[in-house]
């Protein structure tokens, strides 16, 4: 037995030329689908309505011809179209296409050549239906594993959060001096960052980086990060290399990647001269410039390999100091009102 033929929906003929009518009636038989003459725009939306209709041809001289288009797929969202028009009709042409129309019948009609189009417009538009029959399909399946995506996410945040401890330990082991480091800077930043009425999402991403700027010295040489002296120039461009390799780190991991950019030029000096791109002024992420500021205050309140801690007084004028080369100074500001109102706190606490 012969593959029996798939059986098409009703092909609307929209022209108000008896015998353009009459040409496509009898040249486009065919028994896979029926063959649907109207005269005008208001039989037209009534063949439109029917639930067999599959494709309109609509003859521009009846009509504005992309207002049919748009009238009709309002009252049949599943027809598919094929324009009628003459050679002058270029722009229409364009314009159709855009619309969504799939082929063109060129006047004088040839009827030949005409039905070989009609078939290749049934193929896409049964291509495009079965494509949008898909996409609904595949909308429903995800909604309804809406239940499914909320009940993972609080496992999706406690991998999230593993991750970030894992990261903060591997740090910690090559650098014992890192150790609670990260987080007090991180602390500090966000006080700043909530003195300034930053937008919560922007603290957090300020706080993700402040605990993760220091995690490219994973790439460090030992020798380099924990040297007790002053390093060499080469050993200094080694150094520098830090924020490349957390940006290798951190871009990877899609919940950390909004920090990205903030932890990759936490090094840049507000006069430009910083690294790892030499930006200037505000074009260095506000994140970056908080960190830069608090990164140094830690530094310096807290021992180092290489030296004491620094009484909060000399830290504070050494911030200062910087204000406007190497740091922000509107940060800088804020910053050192929000230090210098501790140090009065705590001078009064102890006061007799």
């Not at 009898?26 to 309505?49: M, N, P, Y």
């Not at 593993?162 to 650098?175: D, F, G, V, Y």
């Not at 951190?250 to 990647?257: A, H, T």
């Not at 140094?296 to 004491?308: F, G, H, L, P, Q």
Request: charged letters at 30%.
């Amino acid at each position: 037995m012969g593959q029996q033929q798939q059986k098409r929906g009703d092909v609307i003929v929209i022209s108000a030329d008896a015998g353009i009518r009459s040409s496509l009636d009898a040249g486009l038989k065919d028994d896979r689908f029926r063959i649907v003459c109207v005269a005008s725009s208001a039989e037209a939306d009534v063949a439109a309505r029917s639930a067999s209709a599959e494709m309109a041809i609509i003859d521009s001289r009846t009509g504005p011809a992309l207002e049919q288009m748009i009238r009709l797929r309002k009252i049949n969202p599943a027809l598919g179209f094929v324009l009628i028009i003459g050679d002058e009709d270029s722009s229409l042409a364009v314009e159709a296409a855009r619309a969504g129309a799939y082929e063109f019948f060129i006047r004088p009609l040839d009827v030949t050549k005409a039905a070989f189009r009609l078939g290749v417009a049934l193929e896409k538009h049964s291509r495009a239906l079965e494509e949008r029959a898909y996409t609904v399909a595949l909308e429903e399946r995800l909604n309804h594993r809406t239940e499914e995506v909320m009940a993972s996410r609080d496992r999706i945040k406690t991998q999230f959060i593993n991750t970030i401890r894992a990261l903060e330990k591997a740090l910690q082991a090559k650098n014992v001096y890192t150790e609670g480091h990260s987080r007090r800077v991180a602390e500090k930043s966000v006080e700043i960052a909530r003195a300034m009425k930053v937008p919560r999402d922007m603290i957090r991403h300020i706080e993700l980086g402040a605990l993760f700027h220091d995690i490219g010295k994973i790439g460090i040489r030992d020798d380099v990060l924990n040297k007790p002296g002053r390093l060499t120039d080469s050993e200094y461009e080694h150094m520098k290399l830090h924020p490349i390799v957390a940006e290798q780190i951190l871009s990877p991991i899609e919940e950390l990647r909004p920090i990205v950019e903030i932890v990759k030029h936490e090094h840049e000096r507000w006069d430009g001269s910083g690294y790892p791109s030499g930006l200037k002024g505000a074009q260095i992420p506000l994140g970056s410039r908080l960190i830069a500021i608090t990164d140094a205050w830690d530094s310096m309140v807290y021992d180092r390999i290489y030296r004491k801690a620094l009484p909060h007084e000399a830290a504070l004028a050494e911030i200062e100091k910087n204000s406007g080369t190497q740091f922000d100074p509107d940060c800088v500001r804020i910053f050192c009102d929000l230090e210098c109102a501790k140090l009065r706190a705590a001078a009064t606490a102890t006061a007799p």
